[in-house]
């Protein structure tokens, strides 16, 4: 593989114009497309095979008049202190108000409190449910700004007066998060390279790939139904993927202009071992992200290889546009240096040089069972609050406090008990039924005996008289224990006079959901570890490498996860990341998605540095020495990738949606550990101890296994002798501890 992407390479560095204008091209195509052909996104999911799907879709089939993709607001009362909402003055304001709404853009209908039991049992706390004629990614700014007036004259009054649902949720920005990512990245990248023009090609990369992948995303969605969360889950991976990939494309480069190549043989020997690592991780990235696809959960799917097609996008933009752009600026991406960091920039580029890197692989190598031990034990501690995770679905009760959705929900709590906020939607299926009316009242009167319900509303046939609605409203919330048992409970009644019962609605999906991605973890497990392993053998040649780095990604994804139970679920830190008031269970798809995309990322760095060392050994230095020395020549490129990766990922923290901001904590809280306590603690620890064993593969199986050449070395032997000074630096490492001390 590697001398075909040193062709790549050379080819891309020769025909640069040509290369440039294609990506250019590809990027102008996906605007258009994204300008012309795109369409609405979608803001709901669908999750096929749940009994909470079935109901649902037997509810629109079977009352088509409550539309159901419609969006819904519902406005909160409440009475001023000593008053009630029935006394007449307050009850003239209140209806005034509905009327108002009702005749609000967009709207279908505001019930009536009075007529439909929206008022609490004393008297003080009342709401009324708004629901419009489109679906809630089609309500316009205007017609939430008329809400907003519409509910004016009773705060004036001195009614407290609060809205929430979807309907009145604003589309959140991302735009601020980016910038962030983005400055750090060119500050990290400012800080590696000592140069401006270096610092901006990865920067450059990043821009156009991502272009490419989200306009394309874009341009789909006139095509296909896509999430609204799609398109930011892509440019959140592919901004990280993109600027690192091209980053180790440069950084291998620039060292190989150093060690004396003409720079178009440097571009190809760059592409051909760099582009190597590059194009593997990327691979365990893709199958990470690909593999979500298992699960059966369209959304997740979608999100899955729309961020797999981003990643894609990366691969080949550095194995190609980076080469073509090193070939456009020419010997300027050595200069452009900036003053106080043109030394340090300088040393970094001698392969002797003792790096801070190199002392950390000495230090980590002459203790690795203590340090091993160590930074385990750590690992374990930070995972404890995994223990004690709790999955559901995002509502306002996880909104930032003081905003009208958090306080409306805190409301309808306090006036109508904690389950009022997560009710049940009950449909009966009488239609084998011969008395129809009598099997819903008995199916009524046999909810209402459960334990954990406060409220039975009366069923609603519809209009063919063979199909019942109604409302159950648990006692306790909708994240409880006693909740999911009353769920559970419905479910299981026996059939009555021949009806049929399903229970849907958003408490009951987040049991369904819970259930399903429970039930797909193990198989994807199985596949995206399974098919990473193999992989990874093919490129490290070896069995306990592959396996070194599958135990190690487990490490992090326990570390993670105890991170963020014990930030978004007990609330430690919750004031430092802004987050304070607004903890909850973790969101149900976050486990499953996270172990896909950080099994990818944690690869990324497995690939990255490993290959270094795998790269050392070939050229014949000692296993401890190769363990060095690999460590040294990657450990500072590593630490600018993950810090970039990590600069992306918290930016998304500031995030208002629940999605985002959990994932971007956890992605961020991931890279780090995996990065620096992982990959840079624990795999040079681990590769010291098993010495020459960390190489071993049965004969069979490394005569079956096809030679992928990802270290270059084949490529070496077959171009020219390896350069003097690295040949010196590797033969040196036959004795590492004599040159750790002349170095």
């Not at 407290?160 to 920005?173: F, I, L, P």
């Not at 070939?327 to 002797?352: F, S, Y």
């Amino acid at each position: 593989m590697a001398t075909y992407l040193y062709r790549l390479g050379r080819f891309a560095f020769r025909r640069r114009r040509l290369v440039i204008f294609l990506w250019l091209g590809l990027l102008a195509a996906g605007v258009v497309g994204a300008v012309t052909l795109s369409s609405l996104t979608s803001t709901g999911f669908s999750i096929p095979g749940t009994e909470s799907q079935r109901a649902g879709d037997l509810l629109h089939e079977r009352f088509p008049q409550m539309g159901g993709n419609s969006a819904t607001a519902r406005i909160v009362f409440e009475a001023p202190a000593g008053e009630k909402l029935t006394d007449p003055a307050n009850r003239a304001l209140f209806k005034d108000t509905v009327q108002r709404l009702a005749s609000a853009p967009q709207v279908a209908a505001a019930t009536d409190p009075y007529a439909a039991r929206g008022i609490s049992a004393d008297s003080r706390i009342g709401y009324t449910q708004v629901a419009y004629k489109v679906p809630v990614q089609e309500v316009t700014p205007e017609a939430r700004d008329a809400v907003r007036a519409a509910i004016e004259p009773a705060r004036t009054a001195g009614l407290t007066v609060e809205y929430g649902g979807d309907a009145m949720k604003e589309t959140a920005a991302q735009h601020l998060t980016e910038v962030i990512g983005f400055g750090v990245a060119a500050v990290v990248l400012l800080f590696t390279f000592g140069s401006l023009v270096a610092a901006g090609l990865p920067l450059l990369s990043a821009i156009i790939g991502v272009g490419i992948g989200v306009t394309s995303i874009s341009t789909a969605s006139g095509f296909l139904d896509i999430a609204s969360t799609t398109s930011v889950l892509a440019l959140m991976i592919g901004l990280a993927v993109s600027i690192d990939y091209a980053l180790f494309i440069v950084s291998r480069y620039r060292q190989e202009l150093t060690a004396g190549l003409e720079p178009e043989e440097a571009a190809g020997r760059a592409v051909g071992t760099a582009g190597s690592a590059v194009v593997f991780a990327g691979l365990t990235v893709v199958i990470a992200l690909a593999g979500l696809s298992v699960v059966g959960i369209p959304f997740l799917t979608q999100m899955g290889l729309a961020a797999a097609f981003t990643v894609l996008v990366a691969v080949a933009m550095a194995l190609t546009f980076t080469p073509a752009m090193l070939g456009a600026v020419g010997p300027r991406i050595m200069g452009g240096r900036i003053r106080g960091l043109r030394k340090a920039a300088a040393q970094r580029t001698t392969v002797a040089k003792k790096t801070m890197g190199r002392r950390w692989a000495e230090f980590v190598t002459r203790r690795p069972a203590a340090v091993l031990a160590v930074a385990t034990l750590g690992l374990g501690t930070l995972a404890i609050p995994a223990l004690d995770l709790q999955l559901g679905l995002s509502n306002d009760s996880t909104a930032k406090p003081g905003t009208s959705q958090r306080a409306a929900y805190d409301l309808l709590s306090t006036g109508f008990g904690p389950g009022f906020n997560g009710p049940l939607l009950v449909v009966v299926d009488a239609m084998a039924s011969a008395d129809p009316k009598a099997a819903v009242a008995d199916t009524a009167n046999a909810v209402r005996r459960l334990s954990h319900v406060q409220l039975v509303t009366p069923p609603t046939m519809n209009p063919a008289g063979n199909t019942a609605l109604m409302t159950v409203i648990p006692a306790e919330g909708p994240s409880s224990t006693q909740t999911e048992d009353l769920v559970n409970s419905i479910r299981d009644l026996p059939s009555t006079g021949g009806a049929t019962v399903s229970v849907t609605g958003a408490t009951a999906v987040n049991i369904d959901i819970s259930a399903k991605l429970g039930s797909a973890l193990v198989p994807y497990l199985f596949l995206v570890v399974g098919l990473a392993f193999l992989l990874l053998m093919l490129v490290f040649r070896s069995v306990l490498v592959p396996l070194k780095a599958t135990l190690g990604f487990l490490l992090t994804v326990a570390a993670t996860f105890g991170s963020l139970v014990a930030v978004f679920q007990w609330g430690w830190l919750a004031g430092l990341f802004g987050i304070e008031g607004q903890t909850g269970p973790i969101l149900s798809m976050l486990p499953i998605f996270m172990i896909g995309v950080v099994f990818g990322l944690a690869m990324d760095y497995q690939v990255f540095l490993v290959t270094r060392m795998r790269e050392a050994h070939v050229h014949g230095a000692t296993p401890l020495g190769s363990v060095i020395q690999g460590f040294s020549q990657s450990a500072r490129v590593v630490t600018a990738a993950a810090v970039i990766m990590i600069a992306v990922f918290s930016g998304f923290i500031l995030s208002s949606e629940t999605l985002f901001r959990e994932l971007g904590f956890g992605l961020a809280v991931a890279v780090a550990i995996d990065a620096f306590v992982v990959r840079m603690t624990i795999v040079p620890a681990v590769m010291a101890l098993l010495g020459r064993s960390a190489w071993w593969l049965p004969g069979r199986l490394n005569r079956l296994l096809p030679n992928i050449d990802v270290e270059g070395e084949k490529l070496r032997r077959g171009l020219e002798p390896a350069v003097p000074e690295q040949t010196a630096a590797y033969a040196g490492l036959k004795n590492p501890r004599r040159t750790s001390a002349t170095t």
